[in-house]
């Protein structure tokens, strides 16, 4: 069974940074697909970034220049460094995989989710 924890998340003012960890089990890590995405309340959950077995990565426009998604096979884990934090970026964070090696960037073509970890970025 496929497990997904996320951590890192926390409260952090307008400029800073933080980084998020997925770690995962339950299946050989290095060979699928990995990806973040976020919720606000009120609204669909939004794709952040992704990154595929192979290291490719694939961002949303929002995040791009200010957000890098980084795995570590060795530690079954994902990372989301996210630096210049602005209010909007204020979310629960969601790590997900899918059933494939390759990026994907909505919902749907995901398959497993983790629990989520709230982002708060005062002003």
């Known amino acids: 069974q496929v497990q997904l924890v996320e951590s890192g998340g926390g409260l952090v003012q307008t400029g800073g940074s933080l980084r998020l960890s997925c770690a995962a089990s339950g299946r050989a890590f290095s060979r699928y697909a990995m990806g973040w995405f976020r919720q606000t309340p009120g609204k669909e959950r939004e794709f952040v970034a992704a990154?595929?077995?192979?290291?490719?990565?694939y961002y949303a426009d929002a995040v791009k220049g200010r957000f890098t998604i980084s795995r570590d096979n060795a530690k079954n884990t994902v990372y989301l460094q996210m630096n210049s934090l602005k209010p909007e970026d204020t979310a629960v964070y969601y790590c997900?995989?899918?059933?494939?090696?390759?990026?994907?960037?909505?919902?749907?073509?995901?398959?497993?989710w983790g629990q989520g970890t709230q982002v708060t970025v005062s002003s």
């Open positions: 990154i595929s077995w192979s290291a490719i990565t």
């Open positions: 997900a995989t899918r059933d494939s090696g390759f990026v994907a960037h909505t919902l749907e073509r995901f398959d497993y």
